[in-house]
């Protein structure tokens, strides 16, 4: 039920912004980033104990290098949409495509090491 707290946020913020458009814009703008903050940040406090479990779980297993490469990845691909989405809310979807464009790269390149382990496995396996 926390989550109704968050839609009461959401909502509360753009309401009140859509107020302040008229009135002030710069204001309107404050409380979108003022009230993503918020949501970011409370967001981030429900993850941080389950990637903590999670890595608590892999340490005592052999797959912790993998893991890792899936929380940069999940890691990567959530500063990238905020950053994209912060663009857009400014008008700027040019900008946001490159962003996108550029964590796709940095993921590609994140994953490149698991990628040769599967094929090193693969070419293995055939032979």
Known sequence: M????????????VVISFIFKELKTEYSVMIMVAAGIIITLWALAKVYPVVDYLRALTDSTNISEYFSVILKVLGISFIVQIG???????????MASKIEFAGKAVILV?????????????????S
């Open 84 to 94: 994209a989405d912060i663009c857009r809310d400014f008008g700027e979807a040019s």
């Open 2 to 13: 926390e989550i109704l707290g968050v839609l009461g946020i959401a909502v509360f913020a």
């Open 110 to 126: 994140t994953v490149l090491p698991i990628l040769r382990i599967v094929v090193n496995m693969g070419i293995d396996l055939l």
